[in-house]
Structures are given as C-alpha cells and as structure tokens.
C-alpha cells in the first residue's frame, strides 16, 4: 500500500476536513513557536550576561559563632574544609589578604593622603598601603586588574619564610627612580595611651624590591566607575605588595605592642594576638568559568555544615533579570496551555474523524487490509495535515517574532522598574564585592532578543510529535477493536 499517495488522495477528496485540521495546527504550531522563542530569548539573555561575569566566590564565616569556634573577632581561620575547596580543580587562585598602612621614609607616595580639612596630624602621614595576601599569587593578575611589568611576584618560599621583599606600583617606582633591586623603608608607629603627653613608638620595615606592577582597572570593561572610585580609595598607586606572612608578623607585632600599652592604661591583662587573626575574615575564589558558580557554590554550601556561607553576585543577575524572568513565566504558561488544549484539541478531530471513516476502515479490514496498515495510513494523513500547519506558522512566527522584543520589555515595564529598584536596595560596596562584576541593567535587557533558528521549529516538531502519538494511540485503540462485519451491516 502506498500511504503517502493514498494520504494525500484523501486529504484532496475531503478538502475541508483537510482544511481544518491543518488551521488547528498552525493555530497550535504558530504559539507554540512564538512561546518557545520568548522562552529561549529570556533564557538566553540572562545566560549571556551571566557568562560575562567574574567567576568570583566569597567564602564568608557564619555568623553563628556556636558553630564555628574558631572564629575569633570574625577572622576566619583556613579549616580542613576549605582547605578541600581550595584545592579544587576548577578554581584559579584565592586571595585572603592583610592590609597596613604605613609611612614611606625614603621615598615619596604618589599621591599625598590628607583628611577634609587639610591636617598633617601624624595619622595622614601614613600614605603607603602594604597589602599581603596568604598565598604567592593574586586573583588581580588573573582578572586584569594588575599586570607585572618588571621583575617577579614573590614565591612560595619567601611566603613561607617570611621574607621582606615587595612588589611595588609603576607610577610610584617612576615617581622616586626604584628599580628592581633597590630597597625601601617604611614606618608605622604606637602612640601611648596618654592623650596630654603622647609617646610615639617607631618600627621600620626594610623591603627589597623583586617587581613593579601596573593597575589595568581603567582599561577593564567589568569595572564601572563605581568600582574603580573603590579601588582608588585603596590608594591605588600607592599600594606595596608584600608577602602576607611577612605582613601578618609585623601586625601581629604592632597589635601584641599596642595592647599592651592599652592594658597598662586600663589595668588589664593584654589580649595575645596571632598571626592567623591578622587576616581578613573573607577567603576570595577565582573559578576559571562562570558556568561553574552555581554548581561549586552548592556543592560547597552543603558541605559546609554552618561553618561559612559561599556567595557570588549571581543573585544581582536574578534580580536585573526580574522582566525577563516575568515573561520567561507568561511563555511556559502559553505553552503548557497550547499543548494541553492541543493534545485535547487533536484527540476530538482525530475521534470524529475515526466516526464519519468507520465504514471506510470496515471496507479495508473486510478486504484483508492488515489493521496496523490502516493505522499507519491514518498516522500519515496526520503527519501531512500536521506539516502544512507547521510551515505556515513557520512563515507566520517570522513575521511576528521580531516586533515582540520591546512589545513585551513594555508589558513588563512596571515589573522591571520594580525589579531595578529592589536590586539597587540590596547593592553594597564592600572590600570583598569590588571583585563581582558590575550589574548592567541595559544590557542584560539588551540581551533579550526574540528569534526564530532551527532549535524552536525543531522543540515545535518535537511538541507536535507529542500531540500526534497521543492521537496515534487513540485511533489503535478504536481500529484495533473494530468488527468489519458489524460496520458493515
């Protein structure tokens, strides 16, 4: 039996049931296009955006100081269990770092640090930044925001054994002639607790100088403004690179010094400072994919039994991505009520159909037509009625797919605005969040742009197929029970 040829007789012999049947699938074919290509638009722009961020994760203590007891003046100490998410494969480098502000001695900062009024008090002489960090790398040079220029970064083994050497900014290098090689010295001070005739305790740091380095923050793309205004807070230029064991040592030093001054005033036993508390609370991960994020934070979450939360600014993409997730919502719904009422929809034709051709079907089965052959033959019509439908909305979809980008961006409008406003309440600059990636509102909306590839005509065939199977198993069950001698009579 030729079922294409005989299908496409039948089709031309009842024009108007053909008719219909292939409107009832362009009707379906045509949302179910529409809906799949806002769904995949609004998914894809959210995606996009995300794919653009830093792959940054700050591991932050818990609160809870029952939990952790380890946790002393909210510093967090390195656990067997970050110790495991440190080492996994995919995260690039970690920063937990020690900062100090001290006193250039034979040199000049290049900038001058002074307060509103101008005071030259003795605090505003502190115009250099010592920043160490706990391992012998930096996620700056990773995410460009430092490159070295000259010389090197310091080892392991100078991590490990404390050693006084630093990497120093190319402006300030410039600025007083140091070169690879030279030594520099800076000082910080203790003043006494005595407020009428202060005593000031002076310590000096001999560095030598192993590299210079460059800040790139104006030349990267995922710093705003208002992140770089956050890292020349931080005296940019004026910024030594140290190890930050070395770093920690001489902090914990200074601290150990100062409370006693503070104890000998208030008659108190000294508070013994370690190196371990010198660090910042906050552990900051580089991954090597953004993709990544959401699956190493969970992974990690779970592991980390209420000793410390893992964070990323994933949430400020979910967020900005409030009008796109609304109308992400609005196509599921679309489709899951066109495929419901479809499926509905096709059975019923499919069941009248299979009623006004009885006799028809009563014809071949008394002539020895095998039943899976008449089955097979109706499936095909189907099939041929199913394709003409797609194809038009196919042509349909086309037309109406580009229009509909700013169309829905206007419906979402009050849910947008809504959505910008509750990001922007919980936006905060702190030290550990100048490494996210700045949230572009714009852009990620200009992400969302409504198309139609072969990925949607084929989810749409792939739908339609679903319809067809469910039509498929009503007209076996009604020819697989058919009597030709009964229909007949």
């Known amino acids: 039996m030729n079922f294409f040829n005989r299908a496409l007789k039948s ?21 179910i296009l529409v809906g799949i290509s806002v769904l995949y638009a609004s998914e894809n722009a959210v995606a996009l955006a995300k794919s653009e961020m830093n792959p940054i994760v700050i591991v932050k203590p818990s609160l809870d100081k029952n939990s952790y007891l380890d946790i002393r003046n909210n510093n967090l100490m390195i656990s067997e269990k970050l110790e495991m998410i440190i080492q996994n494969e995919h995260v690039v480098a970690w920063n937990q770092s020690v900062v100090m502000n001290q006193k250039s001695v034979d040199f000049d900062s290049y900038t001058v640090m002074e307060d509103n009024i101008g005071s030259t008090s003795l605090y505003y002489e502190m115009n250099v930044s010592l920043s160490g960090n706990r391992t012998s790398d930096l996620i700056e040079f990773h995410n460009g925001s430092y490159e070295l220029t000259e010389g090197r970064f310091y080892n392991e083994e100078e991590l490990r054994y404390h050693d006084y050497v630093c990497v120093i900014d190319e402006k300030l290098a410039k600025t007083n002639g140091i070169k ?6 800076t000082q910080s001070f203790i003043s006494s607790s005595d407020d009428e005739k202060p ?3 002076y310590f000096y740091n001999s560095w030598k100088v192993i590299g210079v380095y460059r800040h790139c923050i104006n030349n990267n793309p995922q710093f705003s403004e208002t ?24 902090c914990t030093a200074y601290a150990n010094r100062t409370e006693i001054i503070l104890s000998e005033h208030e008659n108190s036993e000294p508070i013994c400072w370690e190196e371990a508390d010198q660090y910042n609370s906050e552990i900051i991960l580089m991954l090597d994919s953004p993709e990544h994020l959401e699956p190493f934070i969970k992974e990690y979450s779970e592991a980390s039994d209420g000793i410390y939360t893992l964070e990323s600014n994933n949430d400020l993409y979910e967020k900005y991505g409030k009008p796109l997730n609304v109308i992400r919502y609005f196509a599921l719904i679309i489709l899951a009520v066109v495929v419901g009422n ?20 009563g014809i071949f089965l008394s002539v020895g037509v095998p039943r899976y052959k ?23 979809a086309l037309c109406i797919v580009k229009p509909l980008d700013d169309q829905l961006l206007t419906l979402t409008i009050v849910q947008k605005q809504k959505g910008f406003l509750d990001a922007d309440e919980d936006i905060t600059y ?21 198309q139609l590839t072969e990925k949607e005509i084929i989810t749409c065939l792939i739908c339609e197929c679903g319809i067809l199977l469910m039509s498929l198993c009503l007209i076996s069950s009604k020819v697989l029970t058919m009597k030709p001698k009964k229909i007949l009579t």
């Open 11 to 31: 089709m031309c012999r009842v024009k108007s049931r053909t008719l219909l049947i292939s409107f009832i699938f362009f009707v379906i074919s045509f949302l």
């Open 180 to 185: 690879v090689g030279d030594k520099i010295v």
């Open 199 to 201: 005593d000031f305790e």
């Open 227 to 250: 992140r770089q205004v956050i890292y020349d807070q931080e005296l940019q230029e004026n910024t030594i690179l140290v190890p930050g064991t070395t770093l920690a040592e001489i």
């Open 342 to 361: 479809g499926i509905l929809l096709i059975m019923i034709l499919t069941a009248l159909q299979i009623q006004d051709r009885k006799k028809e079907m």
């Open 374 to 396: 008449i089955i097979i033959q109706f499936f095909v019509e189907m099939v041929l009625e199913m394709l003409i439908g797609v194809c038009m909305a196919g042509i349909a």
């Open 430 to 450: 702190s030290e550990s969040e100048k490494y996210f990636s700045e949230v572009n509102s714009e852009k990620i909306l200009d992400q969302f742009q409504v």
